[in-house]
DNA sequence: ACAAAAGTGTTACGTGTACACCCATGA
DNA sequence: TCATGGGTGTACACGTAACACTTTTGT
C-alpha cells in the first residue's frame, strides 16, 4: 500500500490568511490544483517526510508543524491504493519564501476564494480550518502565522481572520496582556498609521514556565 | 509499507475507567500485552479496518470510534516498516461483551495499574488519554460508557474517573441538568442505595437540535 | 434508630462582554 | 487642522465555585 504525506500550509497577509497550493505540472491531474505532498519514504518517519516537503517549497525548516489526520477511504485515489497522512502547517510569510514558493508553481491563495483541488484535498482543508479554529482558542498558534515583531493590532487582525468576527479592541487587548506572555519593545511599527503601534515580541519562555504551573492559555 | 490500525478501547466498570488490552498468542511478542489491532486490507477503509477488529472482539458495531492519531516512525516495529493509524472507542461493558472478550484472551484493565505494552502501544494510550479527557469537557462522550439508563451519582463518578478529580454533587447536577439533554425516567436503581436515584437517559435528538442553534456543551 | 446514599439553594467571586471617547502624528 | 488608526476604563450579566443539611429507606 502506498502512504503519502500532504500538507495544509496557512499564512497570513496583507489581513487575510492564506493557503499555500500547487498547480501540478506533471500527470496526474496536470493543471490542477492540489496541496503539496509526497510520497513517505520507506526509512523515513511520517513527520520527516512532511517536513522534507515543506523545506523543499519553502526553504524553512523550524515551522509549526502538526499530525491532522489520516485520509484512508480506499477509494480516495482512483490511481492506486495510497494513503494520506495530512499534516498542517503555520508559516510566516516573507519575500523570500514567496520567491521560492513562486519558483516551484506554488501560490498563496485566500481562503475564501479557493479553487476546488484534487482527490480529497478541499475535504483536508476544511478539516485543518476546523481544528486551527479550535486549537487557537487554547494554543497560542496566532504567533506562528505574524513576524516575530507585531503589534496588537495586527494580532487582533489575525485573530478575526481566525475566527471570522470583529473582536473588540478594549476586550482583546485586555485578555491578551492579561496572559503575560508578550514583550513590549520600545519601538513602534509605522507603516499602518501615523501614529504608530508598538511592536511586542511573543515570550516562549515565559510561556512554557506559565503552561508547567498549569494555566489555560485562551484568546 | 505496510497499514495497520490499533485500537484503544475504553470502558467504565466498577467506578473505574478500564482499557481493553490483549494478551498476545502467537509470535511475535507471544505472552506480552497489546492493543488489539489488524492490518488494513488492500481495499478496505482505514476506519472499516478498525470497526472490523472492534467486532471481532466484542461483537459491536455501532460503537463510538475516532480516529487518534498515526503512528508513523520509521522504526516503531523492530519486524520491518509498518504505519499505525491508531484509534479510539468508547464502550458499554457489559455480561455479553465481558464473555467475547474472555474467549478471546483479551482483558479489561484498570488505568492505573496497566501492564507495559508492546511498541509504541503505551504511548497510545497516553495519547489518548489525553485526548478523552480534552474532549470530554465539550463532547458528551461520557453517555457512551455508561449503560443507556443510569443515574446523575453514576454519571459523575465517571466524569471524575476522567478527570481525575472530585466534583460537587450540587454544582455537577446543577450543570448537566441545564444541558437539558437528559430525559429523566420513572424508575430508580437501587443497587448502590437504599433510597434508589433516579435513571435519566441521554437525548441524543435534543442534544443535535441544540448543536444547531449553536451552543456550546460543556462539562 | 441508624447507616448510607440521594437530593437540594444560596452566596461570593471572577470572567466575559458591551460600549465611546481621547491621543498622537504626518500630511 | 484634519483624517487616520492607536490606545484606554467602567458597569453589568453571567457562570463557576464553595459550602451543609434534609430525605428516604432497608436492615
Known sequence: ??????CIVFGFDAGKLKLLIFKRQLEPFR???SLIGSFVGLEEDVD?????????????ENIYLEQLKTFGKADRDPGGRCISIAHYALIRIDDN???LVAKYGAFWYDLDVLPPLVLDHSEMVDVALKTLRQKAKHQPLGFELLPRKF????????YEAIYQRPLDPRNFRKKVLSLKVLTKLNEKDKSSSKRGAYLYKFNQKKYEKLLKSGFDFQI
Open 97 to 99: 519564501n514567496k520567491k
Open 151 to 158: 503589534t496588537l493590532p495586527q494580532l487582533q487582525i489575525l
Open 31 to 33: 493543471g490542477s490544483f
Open 1 to 6: 500500500m502506498h502512504v503519502a504525506t500532504d
Open 48 to 60: 520527516t517526510a512532511a517536513r522534507r516537503v515543506l523545506k523543499n517549497i519553502t526553504g524553512l
